[in-house]
């Protein structure tokens, strides 16, 4: 194997390894956001379901 592919494997391999350790973070905190996101999104509608049952 001549030295110029192990240099492009070694080179894709930290490519991937350091995707995997910034990708990692990211996710969680989509997760985190989304789930923020749900919990007030079900707040608003509990608010707005109580104002129209205190108006009828």
């Known amino acids: 194997m ?8 070694t080179a894709a391999t930290m490519a991937v390894m350091m995707l995997v350790v910034v ?4 996710l969680a905190w989509a997760v985190c956001a989304i789930k ?3 919990a007030a999104a ?8 109580t104002n129209m049952e205190k108006s009828t």
Do not use: E, G, N, V
Not at 4 to 9: A, E, G, M, Y
Not at 23 to 26: A, W
């Open 23 to 26: 990708s990692r973070p990211m």
């Open 36 to 38: 923020s996101l749900l």
């Open 42 to 49: 079900t707040a608003i509608a509990t608010a707005m379901l």
């Open 2 to 9: 001549p030295t110029k592919d192990i240099i492009q494997i």
